[in-house]
């Protein structure tokens, strides 16, 4: 194909401004058009998360483009989660035993605006804002859209769109009601909402409490947890059920209501938050959902990426690399200078899919492991000798969260199928008291890796692999 060729992306968030970036190198037309102000002009945070979890699937996306050294700026190391119990106890509980692999809390709007500002150096990338996106038309390969400043309505069309306009995308809704395939569609909501909170900086810009971990305070069938900002403040998010409970959302309706739960639930963090209920009745509580669909592109030259075709609840911190590892796995299947955008679109979802699907399962799965199973012995135990045979054994063991986080190189599906074998195993021989933390090491890696191809097999067998 041409490079000369017109490429419209509808959305200008993460995924969008990435993508413009790397069809800007490749030497394509793009034209971007986001719903939203410039959020390098305007503030849009409306109570979304502020601060997201950066990890090394999303960091290979930005080698791709050449801007790692710019996005580290803009980082806060996280080697662990910080579990905080009921008395206020804490401990430290490492991502991985090997000491180079952490995540990073970073700016969503930060990394956001580097995006935009690197995707517009290129002549030949062009964004819009306040232009929403009303309908695409996917015979003809145009989108309708409305300018928010004008009020008007116009047509846009392109050699090849593709969406990345979220959740909510107006081509997946186009795909829906247009009925002129088969479609299929989900949008699942967890019972459970949740709401932006904050930690403010001490008065001289100082953290009020550890800075480089990712604090959980997990009570079973709800949590808190909140991660570290550049100007010392902590971005803090309650999950929490709208209606079930003796604390929900539903019922949480006045200062005093709200601040007996935290100081029940939560006294360590009500100590450290002064601006409670101010930010409570300020933030909107927001929904928690997965949103799946097939297919992602039609016979022609649309397609959707990002959330617009995988929408995931965010416990393993992936929905932002998921999405940059999308722009990944596409500028890849570009290589391959197939005939045309549909043979491009119907390449990049045969290779794609399986591992969205697979990420938005074990976001469900960390859901339950953050809010209750950190917090359980035989899972603290499980932590503690991966930890181990990861630190003495790095080149033979990663646990089912470091296949996922720092095995950039390994597809969500592998990660997921291999990790919860893993974790079956090992989770089985502890119960079962066939090993325990005070083994020799090697025998207990020979065990697990025995019990995990086992499980691997009869999987296999059965049809599950």
């Known amino acids: 194909m041409k490079k000369q060729q017109n490429i419209l992306i509808i959305g200008a968030g993460l995924c969008g401004s990435l993508l413009a970036l790397r069809l800007g190198q490749r030497g394509y037309n793009v034209s971007v058009y986001e719903m939203r102000p410039d959020l390098r002009k305007v503030d849009i945070n409306a109570g979304r998360s ?3 979890a950066f990890s090394n699937r999303g960091n ?3 080698k791709l483009v050449g801007i790692e050294d710019k996005v580290k700026t803009l980082c806060i190391a996280m080697n662990g ?7 206020g106890n804490t401990f430290l509980s490492n991502y991985s035993g090997r000491d180079h692999e952490y995540i990073n809390s970073i700016s969503r709007g930060g990394l956001n605006a580097l995006l935009l500002d690197e995707a517009e150096k290129h002549e030949n990338v062009s964004i819009y804002f306040n232009k ?3 309908s695409v038309d996917f015979k003809k ?3 309708l859209f409305k300018d928010y400043e004008t009020k008007s309505e116009f047509i846009e069309d392109a ?3 593709i969406a990345t306009d979220g959740a909510g995308s107006a081509m997946r809704k186009s795909y829906y009601l247009a009925k002129k395939f088969l479609f299929s569609f989900s949008q699942d909501y967890l019972t459970h909402g949740y709401k932006e909170l904050s930690i403010l900086p001490t008065q001289t810009g100082g953290y009020k409490t550890y800075k480089n971990a990712l604090h959980i305070w997990p009570r079973g069938s709800f949590m808190l947890i909140a991660l570290p900002n550049l100007d010392g403040s902590f971005t803090v998010t309650l999950f929490l059920s709208y209606d079930e409970g003796t604390y929900n959302f539903d019922n949480l309706t006045t200062p005093e209501i709200v601040s007996e739960f935290f100081q029940k639930e939560f006294p360590d963090a009500l100590e450290l938050m002064p601006n409670l209920v101010e930010d409570f009745f300020n933030n909107p509580t927001a929904p928690l959902g997965t949103v799946k669909c097939s297919p992602w592109h039609y016979k022609g030259n649309t397609l959707l990426m990002g959330d617009s075709a995988h929408a995931i609840v965010p416990f393993y911190g992936q929905g932002m ?3 940059f590892e999308d722009v990944v796995e596409f500028d890849a299947v570009l290589d391959q200078n197939l005939e045309n955008w549909e043979a491009v679109f119907k390449a990049y979802e045969s290779t794609r899919k399986k591992d969205t699907d697979a990420i938005a399962d074990l976001a469900i799965d960390n859901f339950h492991e953050m809010k209750d199973h950190v917090a359980n012995p035989i899972f603290q135990e499980k932590r503690k000798l991966e930890m181990a045979l990861e630190q003495n054994f790095p080149n033979e063991y990663s646990s089912k969260y470091s296949l996922v986080t720092f095995n950039e190189d390994i597809g969500y599906h592998e990660a997921m199928t291999r990790g919860r074998a893993q974790d079956k195993a090992i989770l089985n ?12 090491l090697k025998v207990i890696l020979k065990k697990v890796k025995k019990a995990t191809q086992d499980i691997l097999d009869d999987d296999k067998i059965a049809g599950l692999k």
């Open 429 to 440: 021989m502890i119960a079962d008291k066939e090993i325990n933390s005070n083994d020799d």
């Open 321 to 323: 690399n998921a999405s």
């Open 159 to 161: 050699d090849a769109i």
């Open 60 to 62: 290979k996306a930005m």
């Open 141 to 143: 390969t145009t989108a």
């Open 81 to 87: 989660r910080m579990i905080h119990d009921k008395k």
């Open 50 to 52: 502020i601060n997201l």
């Open 132 to 134: 929403k996106c009303k």
